[in-house]
């Protein structure tokens, strides 16, 4: 397995520093090679090359370095985000152009409670938070579709279109079904997530799709929410749910709330998966530019990262031995939660380098 290795930026190296160390323990315990290579693709490069920071200049990764990774089994990504930097020029040069150009359709966030990880929601525990979402990843308002006009006056217009086909709907709903189909859960329940009775056109786009594709599934229950309602439900009821099929900017801001409810950006990780071609894990949190260099941020995210790549590339490459490396990476992860005293960086009761080793340790 080739791994292409982007730390980026802030504490964005530190995290996969530590999610490196955990996939060489998990490769010598189950016995499989890996190579990697280190893309050196940051706001820092982006200044020192000359990038204007207050307007995109120059591009962030070239189009011979997004050739070059297309080549990799996996992509493993640190953080985006630059305190000097203004903000969408990386987010769209950097971590949405790899997202678009190499197809990574699905944006998949596991929301999963670890043991002894503090949650907000009274009364909830492990077994009561436990679901996946699948957001679209490559259209929606995320494709950078319309413009201003008349801007700086009084006049000013600005459209953002909501970019969405029947293509786009299909493939992340199809990829939920076989998801949540493969999923080892009880409830076996797909619920889309839209807002039907508002946006009458992508809605229903989404919504026929829906129904239309969950007739080849019969083994799985077709459930709808409104994703004002499914806000309400993750903190009231987050144990109804299973897997999560919904738009791009609807799946972005649910998945944050979503993350709170598992402990937070320490912990919530996720995947942009192209099931066809090169996919790219990263941790859900940014570059924290205040807790940069100083060993005290929270690495569980990147670490869990980390099994994700390994299992959802053993999936797709259909090899047990990265599934199972996949799934000896979580269990470490949950057997290093209790031990620590929280998620927040700085407050962990150990250093990032020792969350590190603990969950390294564990594998053993
Ligand atoms: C995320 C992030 C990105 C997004 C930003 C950084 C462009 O919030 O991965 O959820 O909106 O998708
Ligand atoms: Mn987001």
């Known amino acids: 397995m080739n791994i292409a290795v982007i730390g980026g ?3 964005g190296p530190e995290v996969v520093a530590e999610g490196m160390k955990v996939l060489q323990a998990v490769s010598k315990k189950v016995g499989f090679k890996y ?4 893309f050196d693709l940051s706001g820092d490069r982006y200044l020192a090359a000359g990038g204007n920071p207050d307007a995109p200049s120059i591009p962030v990764v070239s189009d011979a370095e997004i050739a070059e990774l297309r080549a990799y089994d996996a992509i493993y990504l640190g953080a985006v985000g630059h305190p000097k930097i203004a903000p969408g020029i990386l987010e769209k040069g950097l971590l949405l152009r790899l997202r678009f150009e190499l197809d990574q359709y699905i944006n998949l966030r596991p929301v999963k409670l670890y043991p002894g990880v503090y949650t907000p929601l009274k009364d909830k525990e492990p077994k009561d938070i436990d679901f996946v979402v699948v957001r679209e990843n490559t259209e929606g308002i995320y494709t950078g579709m319309g413009g201003v006009q008349y801007k700086g006056t009084q006049q000013e217009v600005s459209t953002q279109v909501n970019c969405t086909t029947r293509f786009g709907a299909e493939r992340a709903i199809r990829y939920a079904f076989e998801f949540c189909r493969r999923r080892n ?21 989404w919504y026929r799709a829906f129904m239309e594709i969950g007739k080849e599934y019969p083994d799985i229950k077709k459930d709808y929410n409104h994703v004002d309602a499914c806000c309400m439900w993750f903190v009231k009821n987050p144990e109804y749910y299973d897997v999560i099929v919904t738009d791009n900017i609807f799946g972005d801001i649910i998945t944050d709330l979503a993350a709170m409810i598992q402990g937070g950006l320490g912990v919530a990780a996720g995947g942009n998966i192209n099931p066809a071609g090169v996919s790219m894990y990263e941790p859900m949190g940014g570059s924290a530019p205040k807790y940069t260099g100083q060993n005290v941020i929270n690495p569980i995210a ?8 390994l299992r959802n590339t053993g999936v797709h490459k ?4 990265l599934i199972q490396a996949g799934d000896m990476v979580e269990k470490a ?6 031990k620590m005293k929280s998620q927040a960086a700085g407050k962990m009761g150990y250093s ?3 969350v590190g080793d603990l969950v390294a340790a564990a594998l053993a």
């Open 318 to 321: 259909n090899d047990s031995k």
């Open 9 to 11: 930026d802030g504490t």
């Open 302 to 309: 990147a670490i869990a990262a980390m099994g994700m790549l």
């Open 333 to 338: 992860v949950m057997a290093t939660t209790q």
């Open 352 to 354: 990032t380098t020792e």
């Open 185 to 205: 859960s009880s409830k076996k329940m797909l619920t889309l997530v839209h807002k039907t009775n508002v946006l009458t056109f992508a809605g229903d786009t």
């Open 35 to 38: 190579t990697t290579k280190e």
